[in-house]
Antibody, heavy 117, light 108 residues
Framework: QVQLQESGPGLVKPSETLSLTCTVSGGSISSYSWSWIRQPPGKGLDWIGSVSYSGSTNYSPSLKSRVTISRDTSNNQLSLTLTSVTAADTAVYYC???????????WGQGILVTVSS | ENVLTQSPGTLSLSPGDRATLSCRASQSVSSNYLAWYQQKPGQAPRLLIYGASSRATGIPDRFSGSGSGTDFTLSISRLEPEDFAVYYCQQYGSSPLTFGGGTKVEIK
């Protein structure tokens, strides 16, 4: 059974860098594509970006200049880095496994990250 | 980007009722790559439907998806108490992946 667990700081100061890790168990991250999605409190879902099974990345145009998604195959982990954060980046951040042709079949429980001084 | 518009924003129904949720895309969704998710408070979204009409593993058959091109529908034949939640559509036919704004199905 695939399980995903996000981890990282719950509080980040404005202008600093948000860094999150997604630890995957029950399957190799090299065999699938993965996405990061975020959800501001009380709002809808926003796709941040993806890393494919081959390691190529694809980002939301609105975040492309600030975001990096990478993977650590030796530890079976994904990472998300978002630079120069503002209060607008406050959200629950989810990692998810891409199934089929792009739907998201497995999700982590999510982690709330608050941007505040 | 392909903008998805969901309607209505809120649907007030009773257990046993039929629910019909709409998702309209600003551009045709390639290969009908349209998914539906259910989200309950404090939980991650759960995949219900992919490819516009295929149920994900373990999803009850009271959930069905239909549509093609730019107009898609999620139907719940008879609402169970656990079905009251927020539902999102998502297209994955083109980049960037996009989600609709959601439809909340609430108890009347």
């Amino acid at each position: 059974q695939v399980q995903l667990q996000e981890s990282g700081p719950g509080l980040v100061k404005p202008s600093e860098t948000l860094s999150l890790t997604c630890t995957v168990s029950g399957g190799s991250i090299s065999s699938y594509s993965w996405s990061w999605i975020r959800q501001p409190p009380g709002k809808g879902l926003d796709w941040i970006g993806s890393v494919s099974y081959s390691g190529s990345t694809n980002y939301s145009p609105s975040l492309k200049s600030r975001v990096t998604i990478s993977r650590d195959t030796s530890n079976n982990q994904l990472s998300l880095t978002l630079t120069s954060v503002t209060a607008a980046d406050t959200a629950v951040y989810y990692c998810a496994r891409v199934t089929g042709s792009g739907n998201l079949g497995y999700w982590g429980q999510g982690i709330l990250v608050t941007v505040s001084s | 980007e392909n903008v998805l518009t969901q309607s209505p924003g809120t649907l007030s129904l009773s257990p046993g009722d039929r629910a019909t949720l709409s998702c309209r895309a600003s551009q045709s969704v390639s290969s009908n790559y349209l998914a539906w998710y259910q989200q309950k408070p404090g939980q991650a979204p759960r995949l219900l439907i992919y490819g516009a009409s295929s149920r994900a593993t373990g999803i009850p058959d009271r959930f069905s998806g239909s549509g093609s091109g730019t107009d898609f529908t999620l139907s719940i034949s008879r609402l169970e108490p656990e079905d009251f939640a927020v539902y999102y559509c998502q297209q994955y036919g083109s980049s960037p992946l996009t989600f609709g704004g959601g439809t909340k199905v609430e108890i009347k």
